[in-house]
């Protein structure tokens, strides 16, 4: 997902409940967090690109595909999107919901870098141990900058300056985590592992989504 997606995708998880698979996601709402307008046009781009982009899972030998949404209508007066969400994907989200926090989504919705927004979840995980070893390929992969057949910053200087120091630096400014990363070398002094530390910023204080009621989101 871009970064604009992403955010549609994050304040429809805050909405998840049980046997419910239609949602109203106002616009204001993405724009009092990212700080950026979204117009009609941008709008109706984002559902049709999300709409396009499906999952895939592996299941030991086998594999599936299938897509979060299943149908999205917009409303020009209201500036409000109706989301129809592909009920075999439903329990999924309303788990992810459960063990995310209020401050984590607005935290998400608040990174303006794609890869800063992917880092910042994953790295959410580990906040209670405070570091993470990832192999570099891995991280690539899980990044989105990685497939068999093309490799983005394959200059490892210039994959840590423009992709894990800035997205680093934009999260610890802007969330509740401060993130640094180093690496590690094998003996011929190639890249082994990326390191990341993770810590929670004392002052910030949370609730849980579950906590906390549609309308206190809103």
Same mark, same amino acid.
């Given at each position: 997902y871009?970064?604009?997606?992403?955010?549609?995708?994050?304040?429809?998880i805050?909405?998840?409940?049980?046997? %419910?698979?239609?949602?109203?996601?106002?616009?204001?709402?993405?724009?009092?967090?990212?700080?950026?307008? $979204?117009?009609?046009?941008q709008?109706?781009? &984002?559902?049709?690109?999300?709409?396009?982009?499906?999952?895939? %899972?592996?299941?030991?030998?086998d $594999?599936?595909? !299938?897509?979060?949404?299943?149908r999205?209508?917009?409303?020009?007066?209201?500036k409000?999107? =109706?989301?129809?969400?592909?009920?075999?994907?439903?329990?999924?989200?309303?788990?992810?919901?459960?063990?995310?926090?209020y @401050? =984590?989504?607005r935290?998400?919705?608040?990174? &303006?870098? @794609?890869?800063?927004?992917?880092?910042?979840g $994953?790295?959410? @995980?580990f906040?209670?141990?405070?570091?993470?070893?990832?192999?570099?390929?891995?991280?690539?992969?899980?990044?989105?900058?990685?497939?068999?057949?093309?490799?983005r !910053?394959?200059?490892?200087?210039?994959?840590?300056?423009?992709?894990?120091?800035?997205?680093?630096?934009?999260?610890?400014?802007?969330? &509740?985590?401060?993130?640094?990363?180093? =690496?590690e %070398?094998?003996?011929?002094?190639?890249?082994?592992?990326?390191?990341?530390?993770?810590?929670?910023?004392?002052?910030?204080?949370?609730?849980?989504?579950? @906590?906390?009621?549609?309308?206190?989101?809103?």
């Open positions: 871009t970064p604009a997606e992403f955010d549609l995708v994050s304040i429809l805050s909405k998840i409940e049980l046997n %419910k698979t239609i949602y109203e996601i106002h616009l204001k709402e993405i724009e009092e967090i990212s700080g950026k307008e $979204w117009n009609e046009t709008t109706m781009m &984002n559902c049709k690109n999300i709409l396009s982009k499906p999952f895939e %899972k592996e299941i030991g030998k $594999w599936e595909a !299938y897509h979060i949404f299943s999205f209508k917009f409303f020009k007066n209201k409000t999107i =109706e989301a129809e969400i592909n009920d075999f994907v439903l329990r999924d989200l309303f788990e992810v919901k459960n063990n995310m926090t @401050q =984590e989504l935290s998400v919705v608040s990174l &303006n870098k @794609q890869h800063a927004k992917r880092i910042y $994953w790295a959410s @995980q906040k209670s141990s405070g570091i993470c070893r990832i192999p570099l390929d891995k991280l690539k992969i899980m990044l989105g900058l990685k497939t068999e057949k093309e490799e !910053y394959p200059n490892f200087h210039e994959f840590k300056r423009s992709v894990l120091k800035s997205s680093c630096d934009e999260i610890t400014a802007k969330t &509740n985590l401060n993130v640094s990363v180093s =690496e %070398k094998n003996y011929d002094k190639s890249i082994k592992n990326i390191v990341f530390r993770i810590e929670e910023k004392k002052n910030i204080r949370d609730k849980t989504l579950a @906590q906390l009621t549609r309308n206190s989101i809103d």
